[in-house]
């Protein structure tokens, strides 16, 4: 009898087991009904009436205490929220909007907390930002910090009522077409050493700072931003050569009216001039998409450029071109570039008849063609006379809050 006992016992507790094994299947359904996981990306899937949110499987905690959520793509409406929720959070709500969780939101910057209705807490975000959330590990009586992080800088915090356990990152998206990369394994404030080294090589980049601050790669705008004679202006060190001919830039904040050039320049352009607008300078402007050559007065060239683009600007050299001892072209292996190549080849596909009219001039006051690019295509070419000591990239900004982030060697790696 007592073995017929047992034996009941022990099918219930497979039955009982089977049961819960369907219930967290079903849950984990839920989770990504109206979004789609592949590997780290998550897409949202509803129709933009419906919210989508995922959630992770594990909580933070002291070991692991923060997470990072890239932007891919803002879709229609870049509604997308990052931030802690409990277990078993309701899937149709974005984080921050029901009691015991909170969120960044990107399409208002602002701070949601157990409530609809949020507080206006840091910038927005757009296509190609990082945010981040974590947790202190000094909780104690029952609160807990949270702060949240956006492109690697503290943005701020909150105390909330919960246990360090008790959260679990959470990602919310409410619009067709919005896609991020998510990372629940980032570290943060662990390279505070690191970072700094980062900073002082950066700043030897550059020759020429005029109202504009740098942080490693991140330009960022401090002039007034009132009238055409608050332009800040940053130079390279080095001028484009046959082997570093090609530079970019990224557009973090837009500010307050991406006022933000792109371009060359003479070794002594002037501080307070956009790039473009005075003689020996040639710049692309994001903000009308106008191309300024040695003028004040723009000719229409490409399509505006806002937060989340890249700008480029490269020159395109004769075969026997050398300034000064530079790296001769003979050296210049174009298969040691890779992505970016494309429009490298292009370019020197398409200029084989300007290379044979140039043989035989004069470094000095040679003609060269300066072209642009945006996201990676070509935008347009122009020929212009370079300079004796050579093109310098050169970067404007004149508007508040506006930052890029630089990369001056793009196709070295």
Not at 10 to 18: A, G, P, Q, T
Not at 165 to 183: F, I, N, Q
Not at 225 to 236: C, E, N, W
Not at 249 to 256: M, R
Request: aromatic share 10%; hydrophobic share 35%; with cysteine.
């Amino acid at each position: 009898m007592d073995d017929i006992n047992l034996h009941y016992r022990f099918l219930n507790w497979r039955r009982r087991i089977r049961e819960i094994r369907e219930v967290r299947a079903v849950r984990y359904r839920e989770r990504l009904k109206r979004m789609l996981r592949d590997g780290d990306i998550l897409r949202y899937h509803g129709n933009s009436d419906e919210v989508g949110c995922f959630v992770a499987a594990r909580p933070l905690s002291r070991r692991n205490r923060y997470f990072e959520v890239t932007i891919l793509d803002t879709g229609v409406r870049g509604m997308i929220a990052v931030g802690l929720v409990p277990q078993l959070y309701k899937l149709d709500h974005q984080p921050g909007w029901l009691p015991h969780s909170v969120a960044f939101h990107a399409d208002d910057g602002k701070l949601y907390n157990g409530n609809t209705m949020g507080q206006q807490f840091g910038p927005k975000c757009c296509r190609g930002d990082k945010i981040g959330c974590g947790i202190s590990v000094d909780a104690d009586d029952g609160q807990l910090t949270v702060f949240f992080t956006k492109n690697g800088k503290e943005v701020g915090s909150v105390e909330v009522p919960a246990s360090p356990d008790a959260l679990y990152p959470a990602v919310g998206m409410h619009s067709l077409g919005e896609e991020v990369l998510l990372d629940l394994n980032a570290e943060w404030g662990m390279e505070e050493d690191d970072g700094q080294m980062i900073v002082d090589s950066h700043e030897e980049d550059w020759a020429r700072l005029h109202d504009i601050k740098v942080t490693g790669t991140l330009l960022e705008y401090t002039g007034k931003g009132k009238s055409i004679m608050d332009v800040g202006l940053a130079q390279a060190r080095r001028p484009l050569n046959t082997r570093f001919h090609y530079y970019e830039l990224e557009i973090t904040d837009a500010g307050e009216k991406c006022y933000i050039a792109l371009g060359l320049a003479r070794r002594d352009y002037p501080k307070n001039r956009h790039p473009g607008w005075s003689r020996g300078s040639i710049a692309y402007h994001a903000d009308d998409g106008k191309l300024f050559q040695g003028s004040g007065v723009g000719d229409p060239f490409g399509p505006r450029c806002f937060e989340g683009d890249i700008m480029g600007c490269g020159i395109m050299f004769p075969r026997d071109f050398n300034l000064d001892g530079a790296d001769d072209v003979e050296d210049w292996d174009l298969d040691e570039f890779p992505k970016p190549g494309e429009v490298q080849n292009e370019l020197y596909a398409n200029n084989e008849d300007e290379e044979e009219e140039d043989e035989g001039e004069n470094v000095e006051g040679r003609k060269v063609t300066v072209f642009f690019t945006r996201n990676g295509k070509v935008v347009g070419r122009r020929e212009v006379a370079l300079p004796v000591e050579g093109f310098y990239p050169t970067i404007g900004m004149m508007s508040t809050g506006e930052k890029v982030r630089v990369d001056l060697h793009p196709l070295s790696g």
